[in-house]
């Protein structure tokens, strides 16, 4: 049925799919997934505590505890993974796409898509993320994950005693850490919301489950 | 709630006030009995040293009549917490202000009491006539502010409060300052312990005032942090509002009832809440910034609240949200539209 599976860039003889998830790929996507909606959730229970109570601070505080070292190191599978098969090329923006390439998306999704018009950027072997997710998978991977990361394993360990507690340095971390997470959320908003913008609603959430895109191109 | 437990206490004229004053004169009987033997000790052990001192007899003359050496025997502590020390001894009478008199002193609270440590050491410094006498007879106690005349106009300014709350309520309770703050047990702010401080509430209200019948953790269970706080904080930190005009330990005197009382974490935890005020009550210097007193390895839920940030926070969550939802609709509309065509 295919040419080859399981291996990136492979293309599907009949339907033209093009296998650019690879399980490690989707795997890291999932619990990224998954531990950003507990983490916001539970941050919320924790942040609001006196009107979002749906777990008991404590338990909030202890699932909010344990997925971020569960992402945290998802982020480091991420980030070896990408370093070492070299898909960080699909990342990098070429030089005619910043900053045309970021406006010729922008004009799609905010008037081309309405009037049905094709996307500006085919995705194939070559090409993963059109500009705009370039851009901002850069900035969300490479910026506002590491910072909360950061900013949520040094709050963690003041609060368990391997480092020195500030209150100072406390409520400043635990600040911009909420700030972050508020970015994170609207990220996830807007992510969840874009997967529908595929050839088909479900199109892209086929995609990261099987691996195969369908939107070759030249 | 008041008459309905009036049956339940002692009172003069009643056969079981007969019964307790009985009782209590046995007890001072066989208190002067026991220090009249040679070497013997007894009763309640009071702040310092054992009960020493003369017997307590029916219808003594008044102090004033009395040696100066008898005096000075019969001003001690110990003597009168031969009676006064024993935890059997409890309510007695209704006084004026609606409450059961407790005759009872505890000689713990006492002996590390403010009245105790820093000056009187001598219950007739306070009760000043009618307490030489058994039982005691046309008794005299001075006030607050006979002694603290310099606190009179915080005095006036937590009587007119006091007046409008329900501790002034003719049909419950007309309390005066000793009635929560017991003169037997007070402490400076900064060096009393907040189940110490909390005495003052729970001693009626995990009692006789009561009306939910619910432990206080029951009633504070809506708290996502009942506990540590209910253990660790004066009730008055919620139930009360800061007068920022009246800084210090006196700040605290807008007492909040349970309806009132604020449920809203930014209220103590944001930087602009009434922490700082708090804080200055339990000694801490007055600090705008109130996290830079917490130096307890304490994770302060809400110490990166700020009503305005969570305003704009949740702005932007709902512009994002109603922006997909828009672009979304949009979409759906002119494909349908497309279709028609």
């Not at chain 1, 997934?33 to 609001?48: Q, R």
């Amino acid at each position: 049925m295919t040419t080859t599976t399981g291996t990136a860039n492979a293309t599907h003889e009949h339907t033209g799919k093009v296998y650019l998830a690879t399980i490690v790929d989707r795997a890291w996507h999932w619990i990224h997934a998954l531990g950003i909606v507990l983490l916001v959730l539970t941050g919320m229970n924790i942040h609001f505590a006196d009107t979002f109570g749906v777990l008991s601070f404590e338990s909030a505080v202890e699932l909010h505890n344990i997925v971020g070292i569960v992402v945290s190191f998802d982020w480091g599978l991420w980030f070896f993974y990408n370093l070492f098969s070299l898909r960080f090329r699909f990342y990098l923006p070429s030089r005619d796409e910043l900053p045309p390439g970021l406006l010729k998306q922008a004009m799609y999704y905010g008037y081309g898509i309405f009037m049905g018009r094709e996307h500006p950027f085919h995705i194939n072997s070559r090409r993963k993320f059109n500009p705009l997710q370039k851009l901002s998978y850069l900035g969300v991977m490479f910026v506002l994950v590491p910072f909360q990361i950061v900013t949520g394993l040094f709050l963690y360990s003041m609060f368990t005693g391997y480092s020195v507690y500030d209150s100072n340095l406390s409520m400043l971390f635990s600040l911009v850490h909420y700030l972050g997470a508020i970015i994170a959320a609207c990220f996830v908003m807007a992510h969840v919301y874009l997967t529908t913008t595929g050839h088909q609603p479900l199109s892209l959430l086929q995609f990261m489950i099987t691996g195969w895109h369908d939107d070759e191109g030249p | 709630m008041i008459q309905q437990e009036r049956h339940l206490i002692m009172k003069r004229g009643t056969p079981f006030g007969i019964l307790s004053w009985a009782f209590l004169g046995l007890l001072g009987l066989g208190s002067a009995m026991a220090v009249a033997a040679p070497g013997a000790t007894g009763g309640a052990q009071a702040p310092g040293a054992s009960l020493q001192q003369g017997s307590p007899q029916q219808g003594s003359p008044e102090l004033e009549e009395r040696q100066p050496e008898q005096r000075r025997q019969l001003t001690g502590v110990d003597y009168c917490m031969a009676c006064h020390g024993y935890d059997g001894a409890g309510d007695t009478t209704i006084d004026d202000n609606g409450l059961a008199h407790n005759i009872y002193v505890d000689p713990e609270r006492f002996g590390s009491s403010v009245h105790y440590t820093d000056d009187l050491k001598d219950c007739l410094g306070c009760h000043v006539a009618g307490f030489t006498v058994f039982p005691h007879e046309n008794t005299s106690t001075k006030t607050c502010l006979n002694c603290h005349e310099d606190h009179f106009p915080e005095y006036e300014a937590i009587k007119l409060n006091l007046e409008k709350s329900v501790h002034n309520d003719n049909d419950k309770a007309h309390l005066d300052c000793s009635a929560c703050h017991s003169p037997h047990a007070v402490k400076r702010a900064t060096q009393a312990t907040p189940t110490e401080k909390n005495m003052a509430c729970i001693d009626c209200h995990e009692g006789r005032f009561n009306e939910s019948g619910e432990s206080l953790l029951e009633r504070h269970s809506w708290h996502p942090m009942a506990k540590i706080h209910l253990y660790n904080l004066p009730c008055i930190a919620c139930h009360s509002q800061p007068d920022e005009s009246q800084p210090g330990q006196h700040a605290f005197k807008h007492l909040i009832t349970r309806d009132g009382a604020s449920r809203d974490c930014n209220d103590c935890h944001e930087p602009s809440g009434k922490m700082p005020w708090y804080l200055a009550a339990m000694g801490a210097p007055p600090d705008p910034d109130s996290f830079k007193n917490i130096e307890s390895k304490t994770y302060l839920t809400g110490s990166s609240r700020n009503s305005l940030l969570d305003m704009a926070a949740l702005l932007l969550l709902a512009a994002t949200f109603l922006g997909c939802c828009g672009h979304g609709f949009l979409r759906y509309f002119f494909a349908r539209r497309r279709a028609a065509q």
